[in-house]
């Protein structure tokens, strides 16, 4: 079974670009979930999708980032435009179910904004 | 505010040693609480505890749940080198449009040197 896939792997961009993260979640998981990881910190929630709902974007800097998920399958997020503050890495995980199953996790994608 | 906190931040054994790792955490509403183990990017899956299965273990890894005392600890018994990693803990909650999000500590980076 394919897991989840994220493109680039790597992305270094100058303050005030823009920037666009995908994902492709594992086969048959509805629940989507866009984490941010700063450097010697845990993942924390960006967004939630159930199929292609954004059922929880509580957490998401809306003035500047946003998210589809449009068929309820892949999904996509835009920095724009980026600061500095957002370099982190930024990873993508899926799940069967959002209460029951285990979440499994993309490689994430290194952002560097200088 | 819901918080998960592990200790200790970083740990440096020498192979063959056993390691205990520690999570506690303040979660309103707790529905499971689960151990990954990050290498490079992507965190991999290790376990998931809930109400209904609060022992789990797999080869040399082990952990425990107490609900009661509000915590978790990893063991590692017969460390090797590929153990190396941050390991995070997280916890899930049960209420409302939240319900699944998971919350994570900062992770025990763990060294083990040959």
């Known amino acids: 079974e394919a897991g989840v896939v994220q493109s680039p792997r790597y992305k270094i961009i100058e303050k005030k670009q823009p920037v666009a993260f995908w994902c492709n979640p594992i086969s048959g998981h509805n629940t989507l979930y866009w984490y941010r990881q700063n450097l010697g910190q845990g993942p924390e929630l960006l967004i939630r999708y159930e199929n292609e709902e954004a059922v929880d974007d509580s957490q998401l800097p809306k003035d500047r980032f946003s998210a589809e998920r449009l068929k309820g399958v892949d999904s996509t997020l835009k920095i724009q435009p980026a600061e500095l503050g957002d370099s982190a890495v930024y990873l993508c995980?899926?799940?069967?179910?959002?209460?029951?199953?285990?979440?499994?996790f993309g490689p994430g994608t290194r952002l560097t904004v200088t | 505010e819901d918080k998960v906190v592990q200790s200790p931040l970083s740990l440096v054994v020498h192979e063959g040693d056993t390691v205990t790792l520690n999570c506690s955490y303040e979660v309103t509403n707790f529905r499971s609480l689960l151990w990954y183990k990050q290498e490079k990017k992507a965190p991999t899956f290790l376990f998931m505890l809930t109400s209904s299965g609060i022992e789990k273990k797999s080869g040399r890894l082990s952990s425990i749940l107490d609900k009661k005392e509000l915590f978790s600890i990893l063991n590692i018994t017969a460390t090797q080198t590929g153990d190396s990693a941050v390991y995070l803990c997280?916890?899930?909650?049960?209420?409302?449009?939240?319900?699944?999000?998971?919350?994570f500590g900062k992770g025990t980076k763990l060294s083990v040197k040959p």
């Open positions: 995980a899926s799940s069967k179910d959002r209460v029951y199953y285990e979440q499994y």
């Open positions: 997280a916890v899930g909650n049960s209420y409302g449009g939240s319900q699944g999000n998971l919350i």
